[in-house]
């Protein structure tokens, strides 16, 4: 059995390899028109980070793992096709700003359809609206020169950071296929794979629309919980309750559990935001308004959570950070990734700016030429923003300190020193509390984290 997916992405490029790890007689192709992106697959440098992730790669790649850009040549010789292309949300015509774009979809399903020379499982693993299978089906079948497809959706629930152990022993793997007989083979195929190292309870076979709607509902109920925590971090704030208190007792009831109760800047990545607004759109375009003003205040309550912490760190300095250096660590939108879609650090940054504050940023593993096209654009410079070598030398000065990313390196920085070298009163904004907070007011620093007075 031939595989190929299509993107060598987030999703693609992770999945592809731990396929190839667990089962070595299955060829394993990962295809992708940017060259760039193969490249750094191929040398050993690569275009994401991912903890554990170096070490798959390296075991597979050249025995049954290879990354091409032969696009067509992939598809030819694959029995599976995975489908693993961005599907950002649209910036244009009907639906901008929360409907799926899905033009990469039905590009790669005309091209699928085009270099096919034989029956094909097509695998939707891109987060794709419900329905999209149908859409596929209909594109390759009228293209298909008599050859059949049976069209899959398998969505991938990896969170970022942990990649390598979720694809190691995931929750559950869902696969959505026809209930007809040739779809149920094409589904037994797909399960053949992962049971090679998946046990076969956790793997999930449903219908295809049940598949496609379970990704973006998984995720619209994660994002749910950071909203729910982070608006009640506000009333903690308000009343001199702690947060992480509330979080912890709330937590203790076997029907609430303690995960993604841990209140932050806002939820980012490139995920939540994108499918819960997709999930709005699919809501209203099938005439149900009141459940789409219901998950809009979820993305609501985020921007509104981003918008409250870089206010506050104004209102602490004396209503004015004009002139004053903010150190912002971390840009990542989560520690253990370089991805910044959607990181709540662009929104601090972009504020801290337009109230006319120096900036400086650290993060690990985001590029600084990354970090400044986020934050101003590509090819624009700004003499008040600035992307240091490190934590020490992004605080060097500083009139405040904005912890953004939970990186663990951040807890052990020598917070003595750092503060000896600021203009006093020197304070500390923890938006992931991460830092021990009575500890660095203890040094001196004037120090809060989200819904923690100062």
């Not at 993107?7 to 192709?29: E, S, W």
Request: proline share 4%; hydrophobic share 45%.
């Amino acid at each position: 059995m031939n595989i190929c997916c299509i993107g060598a992405g987030y999703v693609g490029g992770p999945t592809m390899a731990m396929i190839a790890l667990k089962c070595p007689d299955l060829r394993v192709n990962v295809v992708d028109m940017n060259a760039a992106r193969i490249a750094a697959w191929n040398e050993g440098h690569l275009p994401i980070y991912e903890p554990g992730l170096d070490a798959v790669v390296a075991e597979a790649r050249g025995r049954n793992l290879f990354f091409s850009t032969d696009v067509a040549g992939g598809i030819r010789d694959a029995d599976i096709i995975f489908v693993a292309v961005n599907t950002p949300t649209k910036s244009y015509g009907v639906g901008a700003g929360r409907a799926a774009d899905l033009r990469f979809i039905e590009s790669v399903a005309r091209t699928i359809a085009e270099h096919a020379n034989g029956d094909k499982i097509i695998v939707e693993k891109s987060t794709i609206p419900v329905k999209t299978a149908d859409a596929i089906q209909s594109i390759v079948t009228a293209n298909s020169r008599g050859h059949k497809f049976q069209v899959l959706s398998n969505p991938e629930f990896l969170a970022e950071g942990t990649a390598v152990a979720d694809l190691l022993a995931p929750d559950r793997v869902l696969i959505g296929g026809e209930r007809t007989p040739d779809g149920d083979r094409a589904v037994a195929t797909l399960v053949s794979v992962y049971a090679r190292w998946v046990p076969r309870e956790r793997i999930i076979t449903t219908n295809l629309w049940s598949s496609e709607i379970s990704k973006l509902v998984a995720n619209a109920f994660l994002a749910q919980r950071i909203s729910s925590i982070n608006s009640i971090s506000a009333l903690c704030e308000a009343t001199g309750a702690d947060v992480d208190e509330v979080a912890n007792a709330i937590g203790k009831d076997s029907r609430i559990g303690p995960k993604f109760l841990k209140a932050s800047v806002g939820f980012g990545g490139s995920c939540f935001q994108k499918d819960i607004l997709n999930l709005t759109y699919l809501c209203e375009s099938f005439g149900l308004p009141d459940v789409a003003a219901y998950w809009t205040q979820v993305v609501a309550m985020n921007d509104w959570q981003k918008s409250r912490f870089s206010g506050r760190i104004v209102k602490e300095l004396f209503n004015t950070v004009s002139d004053k250096k903010i150190a912002v660590l971390g840009f990542a939108f989560k520690k253990d990734t370089n991805d910044t879609r959607e990181s709540a650090a662009i929104n601090v940054c972009r504020d801290l700016l337009a109230e006319r504050a120096h900036v400086s940023v650290y993060d690990p593993k985001v590029p600084a030429a990354e970090i400044r096209a986020d934050t101003l654009g590509k090819g624009v410079e700004n003499p008040l923003f600035t992307v240091a070598p490190d934590a020490y030398a992004a605080c060097a000065g500083a009139h405040a300190i904005a912890i953004v990313t939970e990186w663990d390196e951040f807890r052990t920085l020598d917070y003595a020193r750092i503060y000896a070298a600021m203009p006093k009163p020197a304070f500390l904004f923890d938006g992931r509390n991460i830092i021990d907070l009575a500890a660095l007011r203890k040094i001196g620093f004037r120090a809060s984290g989200i819904g923690k007075p100062l």
